[in-house]
């Protein structure tokens, strides 16, 4: 073979096998995680999270990097931890609750933003509506208030005596005032009087238990709120201290102590938050992708034998048709 052609085809391999190496290098996404607390609070949901990722063929340290950044239950921390992962120029970003999701959506107008969950996308303002979000926010949503009449089903089931109930809830959280008026129509219709007490701070949890003693309540009901799930050690402590049943809305409650809890599961939640970010990764558009709500809730009892957990499936829905 003449020399000439000889190099020529070596150089031309070459700069195939470049040309090769660099596209696979851009294969690897960069993931940004954003949570509001601390990396053990929730470890069960991130967990989730990765494996919904696994499921989808991403593999850290291989073809997806995660930046993972918490705000150890400090809310202040999250708008800088946001600007530090639009810094890093992740290709998405994963909110882990409301709380994150304001910040995420106060840094960037650009990169995609992935709800794990909300409350209430629409009365949030993340989303237009939950069929076509609109904008760079998409993702899962929480909203389920129907549910709390059925908590306080549940409660009267296992408390035929139940007159009194006490509540509490934090009044700005997105969803609140939905779920608070599913509750008194149950309480309504089962004769339960009830007593609020919003938290807004630790103390708020002190000072609800209080109440509840001094008034004689034969329960506590805990709504959502980004203080009680943080202290959600404190919160069932108290409750076996005084010998107050309790009923929560998500299963990390039952955990940590408490009596029961039913609701939307946030596992699979963060599970399928993993789908978002593989079609966004794909090209889709967040704009174009439906905010999708829960399909799946659990009723999780802490009894002498130990937890049961019982799922329950709901219909198939991808977000809303209008």
Known sequence: ???????????????????????????VSKIGYLEAASASANPTRREAFQQGLRELGYIEGQNIVVEYRYADGIVDRLPSLAAELVHLKV???VSAGPAA????????????????????????????????????????????????????????????????????????????????KETE?????????????????????????????????????????PVLISQRSQLTRLAIKNRIPSMYYRREYVESGGLMSYGVSYTDLDRRAAAYVDKILRGAKPADLPVEQPTKF?????????????????????????
């Open 1 to 27: 073979m003449n020399p000439k052609v000889f190099w020529l085809i070596t150089a031309i391999l070459l700069a195939s096998t470049c040309i090769v190496e660099a596209q696979q290098a851009k294969k």
């Open 185 to 225: 129509l149950a309480a309504e219709v089962l004769k339960v009087h009830l007593q609020y007490q919003d938290v807004l701070s630790p103390k708020d949890i002190d000072t609800g238990f209080e109440a509840a003693i001094n008034h004689h309540a034969d329960a506590v009901l805990v709504l959502t709120g």
């Open 298 to 322: 659990e009723l999780v009892i802490n009894s002498e034998n130990g937890k049961t957990n019982r799922p329950h499936d709901s219909a198939e829905c991808a977000g809303e048709s209008g």
């Open 91 to 93: 290709d998405v970003i």
């Open 101 to 180: 999701t304001r910040p995420a959506q106060m840094a960037t107008s650009k990169i995609p933003i992935v709800m794990a969950f909300d409350n209430d996308p629409v009365g949030s303002g993340f989303v237009t509506n939950l069929a076509r979000p609109g904008g760079n926010i998409t993702g899962l949503s929480a909203l389920a208030p129907e549910l709390s009449g059925k908590r306080l089903e549940l409660l009267k089931d296992t408390i035929s005596k139940l007159s009194r109930l006490q509540i509490l809830g934090t009044s700005s959280e997105p969803g609140y005032a939905q779920t608070l």
